[in-house]
């Protein structure tokens, strides 16, 4: 008897993860490619999309029934459809869907439920998912939105630390910086600081927590304040399902995975208003999302001048 199987891509902007899975959710194998990210290089992304697809097909033996993409940048890009058909077409031409990388995350955060899924790490976004209906809160990057990620901690420390240091008051988050920052000033950090990439920046969030977690006030009024937004923008998810709302919420990202006292916080605040939510921890394989997905939205190849 032939195995059937199936394939779900992560298509992050630093790398690729390609899965396969059989029809029963057990993992068969996988590979990487480089950056997935196709708002940024739309030809090089579709390209390692599809490298990492074929790597899989060329070593499976058996038949491949459907191919999901979680790509990250679509939603900048859209045609949805198009970018499918595209990736088919360097795939044997097998039915192949394209969705978001927060929509793969979140098939695979809620296992088919209907739900939430809240991711944090250098960005942030909540997801829901009712009765195949999609609700988004955030997301909107780092100069508008992102709270309680990564990149916003670390912004909201540096923000503290300067006006504390205007003020000459003292803040544990000023030695933090300047040593880190390997300065003698507060102020001289924000040139090195407006040089720095996102995910670079949002690294700094580890110090922060660390510096929290030894029971520093100002680190610690940095990541509650944080976990307020986080949570505020999840309660304004569960406010938008229908009565009766879904109550699974899972958390994905660094942030969400390795900090715990704005966890906790977060999670504190969501059940003073939502007291039934709970908060399972997703496993992080989004390309596991493909085992999940309900649609039948899959499209082949089509040639253009037919």
């Known amino acids: ?30 590979s990487e490619a480089g950056p997935g990210q196709i708002n940024t290089n739309y030809e090089a992304g579709i390209n390692n999309i ?15 029934m459907r191919i999901l993409c979680g790509i ?3 939603s900048v890009v859209g045609n949805a459809p198009v970018v ?16 978001t990388d927060s929509l793969l995350a979140l098939y695979n955060g809620l296992e088919g439920d209907d739900g939430g899924l809240v991711i944090a790490g250098t960005g942030s976004v909540f997801n829901g998912l009712q009765k195949g209906h999609l609700i988004a809160v955030g997301g909107y990057g780092n100069i508008l939105g992102d709270e309680g990620s990564g990149y916003a901690i670390a912004v909201a420390a540096l923000k503290s630390a300067l006006l504390s240091w205007d003020k000459r ?16 000033q507060m102020d001289e950090c924000t040139g090195k600081f407006y040089k720095m990439k996102n995910a670079d920046v949002a ?26 937004l986080l949570a505020r923008d999840i309660i304004i998810g569960l406010d938008r399902y229908e009565d009766p709302k879904p109550m699974k919420v899972a958390l994905t990202g660094s942030v969400l995975a390795n900090n715990k006292m704005l966890r906790d916080a977060m999670e504190k605040e969501v059940q ?5 939510a709970s908060f399972p921890i997703s496993n992080g394989e989004n390309a596991r999302g493909v085992v999940f997905d309900k649609s039948k939205d899959y499209r082949y190849f089509t040639n253009p001048n037919d």
């Open 203 to 228: 690294g700094l969030a580890v110090h922060v927590a660390k510096l929290a977690d030894s029971g520093d006030k100002a680190a610690t009024d940095v990541i509650k304040g944080q976990a307020h």
């Open 272 to 276: 003073t208003k939502y007291p039934k």
């Open 169 to 184: 008051e003292k803040n544990g988050l000023i030695p933090m910086f300047t040593k880190l920052f390997n300065v003698e």
């Open 50 to 64: 599809a490298k990492a697809i074929n790597k899989l097909l060329n070593t499976i033996d058996g038949d491949c």
């Open 84 to 99: 499918a058909a595209t990736i088919s077409s360097k795939a044997d031409n097998l039915p192949t869907r394209a969705v």
């Open 72 to 74: 990250s940048g679509l």
């Open 1 to 30: 008897m032939t195995l059937k199987y199936q394939i779900g891509v992560d298509a992050g902007g630093t790398h690729i993860t390609a899965i396969a899975y059989d029809l029963k959710g057990e993992e068969l194998d996988r």
